[in-house]
């Protein structure tokens, strides 16, 4: 168990340090990979900023993810998502609703987005579950084509972690234990993450 964000967000950029140098462009999905993303881009001497997606959740359930948008409109669907008989025209309204929760996410952080291409990104959370809003993240920025495409993570698991691998370059995930329920059971310190810290980290100021 991680004591809080910043002390797993250490061990990553611990393992990471080869990088150091190369100004990597640092990327967090908010909000809880924002307090990980900036002590990782502070160690590596790199540039925060983040990336936003936004999970699409199940009908009547919205908690569960059946996939994610990102900020390009891209929708990633999770496999097997077609077995829960889910119409495709909820799937595309329910994109766009969160595709315009996206727009007003971005507006509010005042941060317009740091392209990728040519530098080594490094994608950052503070812990994966289905992996719907990571998966999401990775095709949006491999789209930019970046020369490194790392992911960083705390805890996610095994088949998870396995599915990651064959996406990226690099992937550093701290713990990967076959019994995982969430992610906030393997942190002390699991608190929110506001939106005012986001717009700090970001060098912005808080309202």
């Not at 540039?47 to 359930?61: Q, S, Y």
């Not at 595309?92 to 996410?105: F, G, H």
């Not at 990728?116 to 503070?126: K, N, P, S, T, Y």
């Amino acid at each position: 168990m991680f004591r809080n964000r910043e002390e797993a967000a250490e061990q990553i950029a611990a393992r990471l340090d080869h990088h150091r140098g190369s100004n990597p462009l640092v990327l967090a999905i908010p909000r809880g990979g924002v307090p990980m993303g900036q002590v990782i881009a502070d160690r590596l001497e790199g540039e925060l900023d983040i990336v936003l997606v936004h999970k699409i959740g199940a009908p009547g359930n919205p908690e569960f993810a059946i996939g994610s948008v990102d900020e390009t409109g891209h929708v990633e669907l999770n496999p097997g998502v077609e077995r829960y008989g889910i119409s495709p025209d909820y799937i595309d309204s329910e994109a766009e609703r969160q595709l315009e929760n996206i727009r007003k996410r971005r507006q509010r952080y005042r941060r317009p987005p740091t392209r990728a291409e040519g530098r080594v990104a490094i994608l950052v959370d503070d812990g994966i579950a289905t992996g719907a809003t990571l998966f999401a993240a990775i095709r949006s920025l491999r789209a930019q084509n970046p020369s490194r495409l790392v992911v960083g993570v705390g805890v996610a698991p095994p088949d998870t972690v396995e599915r990651i691998r064959r996406e990226v370059d690099e992937l550093v995930c701290l713990e990967a234990p076959a019994e995982f329920m969430a992610v906030g059971q393997f942190f002390q310190d699991f608190r929110q993450v506001e939106d005012e810290e986001v717009i700090a980290a970001l060098g912005g100021e808080s309202s």
